[in-house]
């Protein structure tokens, strides 16, 4: 069920409506369990199986971890492959068999080749971290283990960050999930805020850049301002997406008394590649920080390990994406990035403090990030080096490159702008916050040219959400 739909739209006025006349989590929860499973199952039944799968085991294994001190790394052993295995089988196996398939006949065997070829199910990378994160967490002390089945299966199923984040922790949604919730009228403010906001972003942003990217990228040979121009419209169109979609999860739960995690922090203003990774995919770039970095070592067993550490890290992020070669260079290109940074860092221990190096560094890291895109974007590598060519040799300005210039630049400026009113309503002081979502009428206009905006510009052929495939 996408949540640029009507039908998502009908759901949630019926979830709403159902949910508060509930009054107390003792039936909420329940409640919103089975509109949960029913969201997720919309699309495809089957697939309940593998999410019922998943929320089963991280629940035993938390119970018998907190339980048994003795056998409490062996069911965490056992328990977190067999929760990856759902990914690897649906994510990594045909990947895995493709690649084994084309490489043994350079060493002269042939090979028979079988895959299954089963369809990837929406948000399984989302789940299954989800629920890997709860059993380190009840396993290192960090988090109780959850006993209440239905409240637990809340937290793995909760369908406005089901399919796409943000990557909840037990620390964070849990308590909220136990708590008894009541009507505010902040939450509604900063819920419709965010819900408005997400459209935008999705249906305005995204939807209407998506064609001149399809278009753009349909050729093999572009001059550099097409490349250029189509990376551009490809940065926002991601950023749009996805942050878009992560504004209407955190808006939707607010509106039933639920504060997700924040997800992105304005990530185009970084000024370098651990300041991007603090502000783009947050909660996956902490996922990431704590359960693999971390336990590889982080920054304790010497230089050399530290730089390792930090390029395996960035490298499984990229397979985290996709079964795809050009996910792994994505994320190879990030983590040479952080491994330079690093160094730098270590060459240039004092930092320059003025506003205009702090603007040199955010034009040329954004730079950089702009065409990491393209390995994200383009799967053949033929095409990301004849690209890459033409963005050093080929600068000839034609009638198309300001065409598709002048088609972009308006939706990348409107992205700017609902950044900055963002950081304006939501990210002062937490007190003068509150205040402006409570006095409602005092944002209805800005809620009525959001609205307004979505209805004069929203794209009517939109589809899914780019990381629904993740």
């Known amino acids: ?21 509930l009054r107390t989590p003792r039936y909420q929860n329940p409640f919103l369990l089975v509109a949960s499973l029913f969201f997720y199952g919309f699309g495809g039944p089957w697939f309940l199986i593998l999410i019922i799968y998943c929320a089963v085991v991280a629940y035993a294994v938390g119970l018998l971890v907190e339980r048994s001190q003795r056998h409490g790394r062996t069911a965490l052993i056992v328990g977190v492959p067999a929760v990856l295995s ?59 283990a959850e006993r209440n089945p239905v409240d637990f299966f809340l937290f793995v199923t909760f369908f406005p960050q089901l399919v796409a984040g943000p990557i909840e922790r037990a620390t964070h949604l849990l308590p909220q999930i136990r708590r008894r919730r009541s009507f505010d009228e902040s939450d509604l403010g900063v819920g419709v805020y965010l819900i ?11 939807d209407n850049l998506k064609p001149v990217v399809d278009s753009l990228f349909g050729f093999d040979n572009l001059t550099a301002p097409l490349v250029a121009v189509g990376l551009l419209a490809f940065a926002f169109q991601i950023y ?39 502000r783009w995919h947050i909660t996956l770039s902490n996922w990431f920080r704590d359960y693999v970095y971390i336990p590889l070592g982080g920054n304790r067993r010497g230089p050399g390990r530290v730089l390792a550490n930090l390029m395996a890290t960035m ?18 290109f990030h983590g040479a990035l952080l491994i330079g940074h690093r160094l730098w860092r270590v060459a240039r221990p004092e930092p320059a403090r003025s506003r205009l190096a702090r603007g040199a560094s955010i034009a040329v890291f954004f730079t950089l990030t702009v065409y990491g895109w393209m390995l994200f974007r383009i799967t053949s590598w033929d095409t990301i080096v004849s690209y890459t060519q033409a963005l050093f040799t080929d600068w000839s300005l034609g009638h198309l490159g300001v065409v598709s210039l002048f088609a972009v630049l308006p939706y990348v400026l409107l992205a700017v702008v609902v950044d900055v009113l963002e950081s304006r309503a939501l990210e002062s002081r937490p007190a003068v916050a509150r205040q402006r979502m409570r006095v409602a009428w005092g944002l209805a206009p800005y809620f009525a040219a959001l ?17 629904f495939k993740f």
Do not use: C
Not at 196 to 206: E, H, N
Not at 326 to 331: A, C
């Open 1 to 21: 069920m996408l949540f640029n739909s009507f039908i998502f739209v009908g759901f949630l006025a019926v979830v709403l409506a159902g949910y508060w006349a």
């Open 86 to 144: 759902v990914l690897f089988v649906f994510k990594y196996f045909n990947f895995f068999i493709d690649t084994v398939a084309s490489n043994l006949p350079l060493i002269g065997l042939e090979f028979s080749e079988v895959t299954l070829r089963l369809a990837l199910p929406i948000g399984i990378s989302f789940f299954t971290f989800q629920a890997v994160g709860y059993m380190i967490d009840v396993y290192r002390g960090d988090a109780p």
């Open 196 to 206: 408005l906001q997400g459209y935008v972003k999705k249906a305005v942003i995204a």
């Open 240 to 278: 749009g997406d996805f942050s878009g979609y992560t504004d209407i999860a955190r808006g939707v739960a607010r509106l039933m008394g639920f504060n997700l995690l924040l997800n992105f922090r304005r990530p185009y203003i970084a000024a370098n590649p651990s300041e991007f990774w603090a």
């Open 315 to 332: 490298v499984l992020s990229g397979l985290w994406h996709g079964a795809s070669t050009n996910f792994i260079l994505w994320g190879a």
């Open 451 to 467: 609205f307004a905006i979505i209805v004069v510009l929203g794209s009517e052929t939109g589809g899914e959400f780019i990381y």
